[in-house]
């Protein structure tokens, strides 16, 4: 058996990732200038269409007479769960940047559409499948924890960084690509330019509409990916009534506590992680649980104060966040 | 500025005057149509013209909680006759002021009997009831009717803790580590009676075992859950039950190559190389007699409470594939004992310690010989009882 401090860790990385890829998402829509709140519908959104992506490739199968091959059933998962994510976040792009509506009502409104939308068609999956919409063996295999000759059998090192679910993996290396791309391409730099200030982007060339567009609905994607880690991981497979629900919001306050950057978002994600399961591991007698259950929201607050108290515009929120750009309202 | 505040002032003036001209009214309608003593027939109600309603915390694609209860409903339904308007389900409502209003909606809408499934909807319901003395009311878990006063206001549940003691049976001979683990919702009676017979259950047939408890606090989290497991799965148990509404507990034991025990619901189809066997209440048995009762103008109990004796708490069908051998013969003989009155599930000897609705601490100490009579005289578990051998982890 391992030792409290290892598991802990792990567990924390698992509790983790679905927040890490809900916040990246969020990370790149709003580097572009979009403040999209319907986080949460598209993990939904996401959760659901993964979940049934694998499930149809599964009975195409069985229909076939062919074997289920757990890579094809999670690569099927990954791309609708994406394609899902990205189909929401088109809606929000073309009601805000074509229609040029209120950002924040347009994402709260995805929100409770992508809730109703998973949990609708969830539900009738389920009785179509008669009781449980849920995958097979195979599908399971293929989210369950790596087993990597020799990296994984390395004795501490080997569980705590060689043990998890690829999806793990998949998190951090989109965290890396991502800052990659910000910080170190002269698309990211366009990128952070619309995001900043699209008057100035725009008299420099640069389309804020095809920024804003492709930014948005990637990182809907992304958003979307991070449900399909709920439905799939977290609940292995079986559909559950509201197993994203405040998770999109965790993810958003995570945009905050990570200062809007992919990088930096993978240690306030396991931090957050952390703090969400610290009480099952480690016990302080006469505690009680809903203190517990604070210490995420409390932390976050705490960045809040100390990044306002600091005024440091390197870890502000991009200045055109939240604000429609409209070329003939230039003064 | 002016504008605001006549509006404001008016809006108050409406309420104000349809409050006032509110409460009269219901009076009247009660006092006139109907007759206020329990036990009468009320006003011609028959199985063609009664209207029933339903308050739920989640929807029946929980498959847990609400999924079983509507079982209920809908075996009711089929052995009555009744047709579906006759049947108004609020779905999704939660313990707070949301339930309050669905009730009121179930009572314009003209049910004559409501039922409410969930904890903590027994408050909102208390108040209401006693407005609506017309209208029947029937609280699922809850402890409060007894005491009331109200005639129109019922508790029901069914001896739960007898079928968790069987499948505590399949437990204790499955254990290898001899640590059960327990996902459990609230540190409410209802849960500490039922995790307390579980490990009765697993401890008679395995004197060894010892298990580990720990909260989600939240009756439906599928995360939370998942993670609860986990927790408990690292500390090495590697039998878990649970009290909570989700899956999720079955699919992360066969995730980590441990077993569970359902409840609710038959969890094999979700978790098939982890999940034992279940337990789960057959709620149509109480629904048909309480909605039969009221049209034949009988009496419905105040506390109503049955179990594996009269069929109402059930058992889900055995995972032979992976059960330990003897465990169906085990259950069988234990059944066996219950329905026939020489198996008591809290017997003596037994000593345990708890806490009180009041924050006061709570001891019993059953000597050899007697037992500990759960769900009576009110329907609701009342064993609140940390025993030798359950470890809380908080």
């Given at each position: 058996?391992?030792?409290?401090?290892?598991?802990?860790?792990?567990?924390?990385?698992?509790a983790?990732t679905?927040?890490?890829?809900?916040?990246?998402?969020?990370?790149?829509?709003?580097?572009?200038?979009?403040?999209n709140?319907?986080?949460?519908?598209?993990?939904?959104?996401?959760?659901?269409?993964?979940?049934?992506?694998?499930?149809m490739?599964e009975?195409?199968?069985?229909?076939?007479?062919a074997?289920?091959?757990?890579?094809?059933?999670?690569?099927?998962?990954?791309?609708?769960s994406?394609?899902?994510?990205?189909?929401?976040?088109?809606?929000?792009?073309?009601?805000?940047?074509?229609?040029?509506?209120n950002?924040?009502?347009?994402?709260?409104?995805?929100?409770?559409?992508?809730t109703?939308?998973?949990n609708?068609?969830?539900?009738?999956?389920?009785?179509?499948?008669?009781?449980?919409?849920?995958v097979?063996?195979?599908?399971?295999?293929?989210?369950?924890?790596?087993?990597?000759?020799?990296?994984?059998d390395?004795p501490?090192?080997?569980?705590?960084?060689?043990?998890y679910?690829?999806?793990?993996?998949?998190?951090?290396?989109?965290?890396?690509?991502?800052?990659?791309f910000?910080?170190?391409?002269?698309?990211?730099?366009?990128?952070?330019?619309?995001?900043?200030?699209?008057?100035?982007?725009?008299a420099?060339?640069?389309?804020?509409?095809?920024?804003?567009?492709?930014?948005?609905?990637?990182?809907?994607?992304?958003?979307?990916?991070?449900?399909?880690?709920m439905?799939?991981?977290?609940?292995?497979?079986?559909?559950?009534?509201?197993?994203?629900?405040?998770?999109?919001?965790?993810?958003?306050?995570l945009?905050?506590?990570?200062?809007?950057?992919?990088?930096?978002?993978?240690?306030?994600?396991?931090?957050f992680?952390?703090l969400?399961?610290?009480?099952?591991?480690?016990?302080?007698?006469?505690?009680?649980?809903?203190?517990?259950?604070?210490?995420?929201?409390?932390?976050?607050?705490?960045?809040?104060i100390?990044?306002?108290?600091r005024?440091?515009k390197?870890?502000?929120?991009?200045?055109?966040?939240g604000l429609?750009?409209?070329?003939?309202?230039?003064? | 500025?002016k504008?605001?505040?006549?509006?404001v002032?008016?809006?108050?003036?409406?309420?104000?005057?349809?409050?006032?001209?509110?409460?009269p009214?219901?009076?009247?309608?009660?006092?006139?149509?109907?007759?206020?003593?329990?036990?009468?027939?009320?006003?011609?109600?028959?199985?063609?013209?009664?209207?029933?309603?339903?308050?739920h915390?989640t929807?029946p694609?929980?498959m847990?909680?609400?999924y079983?209860?509507?079982?209920?409903?809908?075996?009711?339904?089929?052995?009555?006759?009744?047709?579906?308007?006759?049947?108004?389900?609020?779905?999704?409502?939660?313990?707070?002021?949301?339930?309050?209003?669905?009730?009121?909606?179930?009572?314009?809408?003209?049910?004559?009997i409501?039922?409410?499934?969930?904890?903590?909807?027994?408050?909102?319901?208390?108040e209401?009831?006693?407005?609506?003395?017309?209208?029947?009311?029937?609280?699922?878990?809850?402890?409060?009717?007894?005491?009331s006063?109200?005639?129109?206001?019922?508790n029901?549940?069914?001896?739960?803790y007898?079928?968790?003691?069987?499948?505590?049976?399949?437990?204790?001979?499955?254990?290898?580590?001899?640590?059960?683990?327990?996902?459990?919702?609230?540190?409410?009676?209802e849960?500490?009676?039922?995790y307390t017979?579980?490990?009765?259950?697993?401890?008679?047939?395995?004197?060894?075992?010892?298990m580990?408890?720990m909260?989600?606090?939240s009756?439906?989290d599928?995360t939370?859950?998942?993670?609860?497991t986990?927790?408990l799965?690292?500390?090495?148990?590697?039998?878990?039950?649970?009290?909570?509404?989700?899956?999720?507990?079955?699919?992360?034991a066969?995730?980590?190559g441990?077993?569970?025990?359902g409840?609710?619901?038959?969890?094999?189809?979700?978790?098939?190389?982890?999940?034992?066997?279940s337990?789960?209440?057959?709620w149509?048995?109480?629904?048909?007699?309480?909605?039969?009762?009221?049209?034949?103008?009988?009496?419905?109990?105040?506390?109503?409470?049955?179990?594996?004796?009269?069929g109402?708490?059930?058992?889900?069908?055995?995972?032979?594939?992976?059960?330990?051998?003897?465990?169906?013969?085990?259950?069988?003989?234990?059944?066996?004992?219950?329905?026939?009155g020489t198996?008591?599930?809290?017997?003596?000897?037994l000593?345990?310690?708890?806490?009180?609705?009041?924050?006061?601490?709570?001891?019993?100490?059953?000597?050899?010989?007697?037992?500990?009579?759960?769900?009576?005289?009110?329907?609701?578990?009342?064993?609140?009882y940390i025993?030798?051998?359950?470890n809380?982890?908080?």
């Open positions: 058996m391992l030792d409290l401090g290892t598991t802990l860790v792990m567990a924390a990385v698992l983790g679905p927040l890490l890829l809900g916040a990246l998402g969020e990370i790149l829509t709003e580097r572009s200038g979009n403040l709140l319907g986080v949460e519908g598209m993990m939904f959104m996401g959760a659901i269409m993964g979940l049934m992506g694998s499930f490739y009975q195409a199968m069985t229909a076939a007479g074997q289920t091959i757990g890579f094809f059933s999670a690569l099927a998962a990954l791309v609708m994406f394609a899902a994510g990205a189909f929401g976040a088109l809606i929000y792009s073309f009601l805000t940047i074509t229609l040029r509506s950002q924040n009502v347009t994402g709260l409104v995805l929100t409770i559409f992508g109703g939308f998973a609708f068609l969830g539900e009738f999956a389920g009785q179509q499948a008669g009781g449980y919409l849920a097979g063996a195979a599908t399971k295999a293929a989210f369950a924890p790596l087993a990597i000759p020799f990296l994984s390395i501490l090192l080997g569980p705590l960084f060689f043990q679910n690829w999806m793990v993996y998949f998190a951090l290396a989109v965290a890396v690509v991502m800052a990659v910000l910080f170190r391409t002269r698309f990211g730099l366009n990128l952070r330019a619309v995001g900043e200030d699209p008057a100035a982007a725009d420099a060339g640069i389309s804020v509409s095809r920024y804003r567009y492709m930014a948005t609905v990637i990182g809907g994607g992304i958003c979307g990916t991070g449900g399909m880690y439905s799939m991981v977290t609940t292995s497979g079986v559909w559950v009534h509201g197993c994203v629900t405040g998770y999109g919001w965790l993810a958003v306050a945009v905050i506590f990570a200062t809007w950057s992919p990088l930096r978002g993978i240690l306030v994600a396991a931090v992680g952390g969400m399961v610290v009480r099952m591991y480690v016990s302080i007698p006469g505690l009680p649980i809903q203190i517990y259950e604070m210490l995420p929201y409390v932390a976050t607050i705490l960045v809040l100390i990044t306002s108290v005024q440091s390197k870890h502000a929120m991009p200045a055109g966040t429609n750009y409209f070329r003939e309202d230039r003064e | 500025m504008k605001v505040i006549v509006f002032l008016s809006a108050a003036l409406a309420c104000t005057m349809l409050l006032g001209c509110g409460t009214a219901s009076q009247s309608g009660s006092g006139g149509d109907r007759p206020g003593a329990e036990g009468t027939p009320a006003a011609n109600l028959t199985l063609d013209n009664i209207t029933i309603g339903f308050v915390i929807d694609s929980d847990g909680y609400t079983n209860h509507d079982l209920g409903t809908q075996e009711m339904q089929r052995t009555l006759g009744l047709s579906d308007d006759q049947i108004i389900n609020k779905f999704n409502i939660n313990e707070g002021g949301e339930c309050l209003t669905a009730i009121r909606e179930l009572i314009e809408a003209g049910c004559n409501i039922f409410a499934t969930s904890f903590g909807f027994e408050d909102y319901m208390l209401l009831a006693a407005e609506h003395p017309d209208i029947v009311f029937c609280h699922a878990t809850g402890y409060q009717a007894a005491d006063g109200l005639a129109n206001f019922h029901y549940f069914a001896s739960i007898e079928g968790r003691y069987l499948a505590g049976i399949a437990a204790g001979l499955k254990t290898e580590s001899n640590q059960l683990g327990y996902v459990a919702a609230f540190p409410f009676a849960v500490i009676s039922g017979a579980f490990y009765l259950g697993a401890k008679s047939v395995n004197p060894d075992v010892t580990d408890i909260y989600t606090n009756w439906h599928p939370v859950e998942a993670q609860v986990q927790a799965i690292d500390r090495g148990c590697d039998v878990i039950s649970q009290h909570s509404d989700s899956t999720a507990p079955a699919t992360t066969e995730d980590n441990v077993w569970q025990v409840y609710n619901n038959d969890m094999i189809p979700a978790a098939p190389d982890a999940s034992l066997i337990t789960r209440i057959d149509g048995v109480y629904l048909t007699f309480a909605v039969s009762a009221l049209i034949a103008g009988e009496e419905i109990p105040v506390d109503w409470c049955e179990g594996l004796s009269e109402v708490v059930l058992l889900t069908p055995l995972n032979t594939a992976i059960a330990a051998d003897g465990t169906q013969g085990a259950i069988d003989a234990a059944f066996a004992g219950i329905k026939a198996l008591q599930v809290f017997a003596g000897p000593t345990g310690e708890g806490v009180n609705y009041d924050g006061s601490p709570a001891v019993i100490d059953i000597p050899e010989g007697e037992f500990f009579q759960e769900s009576y005289p009110g329907s609701a578990p009342s064993w609140i025993i030798p051998g359950c809380v982890i908080e």
